[in-house]
């Protein structure tokens, strides 16, 4: 049984190139893949399950009619994502972080923006938008009320990525041992980074291994993984 992953696609309507991309992707799959995972940041941003517009319909459609099970996971983008569109869509919602068996090994999933610990501002602010009387103050509020806030949180996300050190915003390892002894798994995968790259390590004195997935630009980036290999792939948009 072989896997797919793939995280910070950031699809968004201003991006063709991106969600052509995406498409292609699916219509494509490697010989075997039995499901799919999107770790998170899927969509540039996602005011709620209520905003329906042609952009959104065509991706719901997109992965709708794809057959494989699905699953999908909230980014520090599209923490919106809610039930309606995983029924339409055919999608389960996975927790952040969530647990998977793969040949017999537990592998830890996140979106892995709960990793940067040193972004103590970003840290502050995830656990605010990520609680549920705040989502539901969100939700209470019109779509352009919505698409308001969220264009000045990216303004001032902008802000704060080049005021901050690229270091701070990376994950802290010491975060990332901790949690993965916590789980007690020697596999963590996760995007958000935007720092694609495989990177051994020692857990509870075992060899181990963080896979970060790739943010999708002029490259996409997918993880096929087995019991047997974990090929972490770049392709040409």
């Known amino acids: 049984m072989s896997y797919l992953f793939i995280s910070d696609l950031h699809l968004d309507e201003n991006r063709p190139d991106i969600t052509r991309g995406f498409i292609k992707l699916l219509a494509n799959l490697p010989v075997g893949i039995e499901r799919l995972y999107i770790l998170g940041d899927f969509f540039e941003v996602w005011l709620g ?30 923490f919106l994502l809610g039930q309606e569109f995983c029924n339409a869509t055919g999608c389960k919602l996975l927790p952040d972080p969530s647990i998977i068996d793969i040949g017999g090994e537990p592998v830890l999933l996140m979106h892995g923006d709960s990793l940067c610990t040193r972004d103590e501002a970003y840290m502050k602010l995830r656990a605010m938008l990520r609680s549920t009387p705040v989502q539901l103050d969100l939700l209470s509020k019109s779509l352009e009320e919505r698409a308001l806030i969220a ?85 040409p948009i």
Not at 166 to 174: G, K, Q, R
Request: net charge negative.
């Open 49 to 78: 399950d209520d905003h329906e517009t042609p952009f959104n319909a065509e991706i719901i459609k997109t992965l709708a009619e794809i057959s494989l099970p699905k699953y999908i996971m909230h980014g520090n983008r599209d």
């Open 151 to 235: 264009s000045n949180a990216r303004t001032q996300s902008k802000q704060h990525t080049r005021e901050t050190a690229e270091d701070i915003m990376d994950v802290t390892l010491e975060e990332v041992v901790r949690v993965m002894t916590e789980q007690g798994v020697g596999l963590l995968i996760h995007g958000h980074t935007h720092r694609p790259a495989t990177h051994d390590l020692v857990v509870a004195g075992q060899p181990a291994q963080r896979i970060v997935l790739g943010d999708w630009d002029k490259h996409g980036w997918y993880l096929e993984l087995d019991e047997t290999q974990r090929s972490l792939v770049s392709f």
